[in-house]
């Protein structure tokens, strides 16, 4: 491998999507997916809406590249980002960028305790065209990787707080999904998955009172495989 | 997002961990996991094992890199490279470099067809420790998502001619996972998947004719979800 000058030309970002979950404002008994884009202050597609992200630093990992750019343009911290995709078409951008795209569910609480910047927005993403560069692309496949290749434990975690219902389990994901399940199914999945674990306890009210869940963190940790954090 | 200078210290590379199967030396009844990999004739890691690679060029696309390094470096030429991670770790190598790294199966025929230099050989992946940079580290990584990420039909696709038995994919299945697996069990999985199709072909011999299979091309051609390839 000989170094050529022509390196110089290619220059590495870092991009965030964050899902969020939240009841839609036109009936508080639907959910919808929700994610923070950030309007651009500067050529090019200024005045256009882009993930959060920025230039990787030479002396910080991809990780904490994200990490850093999600904070200072969104002010959100989730504990936890995952590598979606390395993103690097030619024409993506004006000058040669490869973006390393990271992803995070974040819980509602979460979302709304971030203080963000006057330019930051959540939008819910089947709402989401137009974005800058590639953006669009990404939001798609982040979105399809949701869809398709979360287990009931990350979601659960994700959106979820510690403790939570079936039901609600089954609400997280029929927005994810974008369609209705049959509550008996989805108990014999999750169950049979042993994504989250029964605890002892009841969330009570006016209905029967319905148990409470906990995500089963032995399974969610051996997800990642042999990879040190970076 | 600023460009900084400090962002010509960043390089990009592309790396390819490249998987196929073969009978072992030791025992033909038996099948193992092999992988070429390419010895470093400069410094950094002068006369070390490395996976074959390269620096990406401004002109072209990350899997056309993957791709080009890949036949200049070993000689093979794979249909399809998937993208397997980017590692950035700040100090995996003398410079800042962050590799996109890829991934392919190929066959066995695929495997002894290619014209590879005198500094390349195949290693079984069990037996490969003390390559070049995070190397291992990328292997492990590699031989994981191996394990468990791949369906029925990807592993078929990737390591058997077009028409195979079910014991034969079995075999297959038992080299990657490293251990036994009960042949009706086996059967039942597999075809509760859909991922393999029975053909109306039989391999007939000194035993009793055995189905053919192939596998389900729709299946896996979904499986990629909206990324256009790069």
Redesign the interface.
């Known amino acids: 491998?000989?170094?050529?000058s022509?390196?110089?030309?290619?220059?590495?970002?870092v991009s965030t999507v964050i899902f969020a979950l939240r009841r839609t404002p036109e009936d508080v008994r639907e959910w919808e997916i929700v994610m923070p884009v950030v309007k651009r202050t500067r050529d090019p597609y200024e005045g256009d809406w882009a993930l959060p992200?920025?230039?990787?630093?030479?002396?910080?990992?991809?990780a904490d590249a994200a990490a850093r750019t999600l904070r200072e343009t969104t002010g959100l911290a989730p504990s936890y980002l995952e590598?979606l995709?390395?993103?690097?078409?030619?024409d993506r951008a004006p000058?040669?960028t490869?973006s390393?795209v990271y992803w995070a569910l974040v819980r509602a609480d979460e979302a709304s305790a971030a203080v963000a910047p006057e330019n930051v927005e959540w939008f819910p993403v089947k709402r989401l065209r137009g974005l800058a560069f590639d953006h669009d692309?990404i939001v798609?496949?982040a979105s399809?990787?949701l869809q398709?290749k979360v287990g009931y434990s990350r979601i659960a975690q994700g959106f979820l707080p510690e403790l939570f219902t079936l039901a609600e389990l089954r609400e997280v994901y029929e927005a994810v999904l974008g369609k209705s399940l049959d509550p008996a199914n989805f108990r014999r999945q999750v169950e049979a998955s042993q994504a989250i674990l029964a605890t002892k306890e009841f969330r009570t009210g006016a209905h029967r009172p319905a148990r409470l869940y906990e995500t089963n963190q032995a399974l969610e940790l051996a997800d990642r495989?042999?990879?040190?954090n970076?």
């Open positions: 491998m000989t170094q050529t022509a390196q110089d030309e290619i220059r590495v970002a992200g920025g230039w990787l630093r030479p002396d910080e990992g991809l590598q995709y390395a993103f690097g078409a030619v000058g040669r490869v390393i692309e798609a496949y399809w990787r398709n495989g042999p990879l040190r970076q």
